[in-house]
């Protein structure tokens, strides 16, 4: 009996070790991220009364975390009305990204009860940031019911500064926009080739958020469109 649970445990954690996937599902909640496909995410509105804590995930201090227990009970919270992206859910909890104008930015568990899913228009046009402040999106509505989007990021390593852009178009009534850019003009994601250096972007518009992914390739060295960023 022993020797068969000591082989458990050493499978489980050769696999937990080589599945990052397997590793999410253990408890950990990083929020929106380069793993997540922003077309496929989604977007929540809290109405719970009252201030609805976020909760922590597994960690390494014994917390058998998410759960509704005290001690898995974060500080920050939200209120009825806040929205979050979502990019998945497990054991009742929702793994929610939260961005606002202050520059709050939380990334943890909250609980399914307290969310409903939120269907929101495309609403694209607006200055735009992310957390950090280092990445913009200037994004304006056009004739013909398009829009352009001119991104901007950087990487600042102490003694230089790395930067990206891009200067794109897309449908002002469509809530998604991927597209790839060769430093000169547009193209077709689906056309790019891997490993030619090509920039290629997906991004979601949800509500009070854009959702975006990049290939590593939209910039210097470290510079990365990737993230969430509220309007401004």
């Known amino acids: 009996m022993m020797i068969r649970r ?3 445990f050493a499978l489980l954690s050769v696999l937990l070790a080589a599945s990052p996937a397997l590793a999410r599902d253990a408890g950990i909640c990083r929020g929106f991220n380069l793993e997540d496909d922003p077309l496929g995410v989604d977007l929540y509105e809290v109405t719970a009364p009252g201030r609805t804590y976020f909760v922590k ?16 009970q974060a500080r920050s919270f939200l209120i009825a009305g806040d929205r979050v992206v979502v ?15 202050k520059g709050s930015d939380v990334a943890l568990w909250l609980p399914l009860s307290a969310l409903r899913k939120s269907n929101a228009q495309p609403d694209w046009e607006g200055n735009w940031r992310n957390a950090k402040g280092n990445a913009i999106l200037e994004i304006k509505e056009i004739k013909g019911g398009d829009i352009s989007v001119n991104g901007s990021a950087s990487y600042n390593n102490g003694q230089s500064v790395n930067t990206g852009e891009f200067n794109v178009f897309g449908e002002a009534r469509e809530s998604t926009l991927t597209f790839a850019y060769d430093g000169e003009k547009q193209g077709r994601i689906e056309d790019a080739r891997s490993g ?17 992914v990049d290939n590593n390739a939209c910039g210097g060295l470290n510079v990365t469109f990737t993230g969430l960023y509220f309007r401004q």
């Open 6 to 8: 000591s082989l458990s």
């Open 57 to 72: 995930g597994a960690s390494s201090d014994g917390e058998d975390c998410p759960s509704t227990s005290p001690e898995c």
């Open 196 to 212: 030619d250096g090509t920039c290629t972007v997906r991004m979601a518009q949800l509500g009070p958020y854009i959702a975006v």
């Open 87 to 101: 990019n998945r859910t497990a054991g009742g909890f929702a793994c929610a990204s939260y961005l606002n104008r």
